[in-house]
């Protein structure tokens, strides 16, 4: 699911690299068009079960629904992040969680397996390397702030090609909310 309130987003992204002053040749920000949450990773898939996965996904009903950036946090670890992420309300995040159980649902029955249910969160910053970030500070800049809404109605069969400088995303299929 893209994020559409990317100002909010890109905002929050300048505010933590001034304060806590990280070196933007360690600490890559994620440029605005590529904000997004994954609610399901397929993993590879074979070009041959494509057209499978479209009309299973075409499928899929569910109501738009609203969200609230209000957390900050980290993979793998707070200590030595290589993402840092924002994450969503509880009603957002059940409401993206159910949304993602369905899709698993109609492609389960098919067959297809797919590697995990994610806990939803948009990727804010890439670490290229290992750097330690004192998250207590960053706690105290973020505190228990709103730092912006967003309303999802739409989510994309995403394609990634991994490329030196960073994935290059492109949508093979939109469904959007009834």
């Known amino acids: 699911m893209d994020a ?22 360690i600490v890559k920000p994620i440029e605005k068009d590529k904000f997004h949450f994954t609610i399901l990773f397929l ?14 996904l ?20 707070k200590n030595f992040p290589r993402i840092v992420w924002v994450g969503i309300d509880d009603d957002g995040k ?4 159910n949304l993602s159980h ?15 249910i994610l806990v939803p969160h948009l990727t804010l910053f890439r670490l290229k390397k290992q750097l330690r970030i004192d998250f207590d500070n960053l706690s105290n800049l973020t505190g228990n702030r709103i730092f912006g809404a967003d309303t999802m109605d739409r989510f994309h069969l995403k394609k990634s090609d991994l490329t030196s400088q960073g994935p290059i995303y492109s949508n093979m ?3 959007y909310a009834k």
Do not use: C
């Open 4 to 25: 559409s309130n990317t100002t909010a987003l890109e905002h929050l992204q300048k505010e933590m690299t001034s304060s806590i002053g990280w070196d933007l040749n």
């Open 94 to 97: 059940k409401k993206m969680m």
């Open 43 to 56: 993993g590879d898939i074979h070009k041959d079960i494509i057209k499978n996965i479209t009309e299973k």
């Open 58 to 77: 075409l499928r899929v009903e569910f109501e738009s629904f609203k969200i609230l950036y209000n957390n900050i946090g980290a993979f793998p670890n």
């Open 173 to 175: 299929l939109t469904v």
């Open 102 to 116: 369905t899709i698993l649902s109609k492609l389960d029955r098919e067959g297809l397996k797919m590697d995990q």
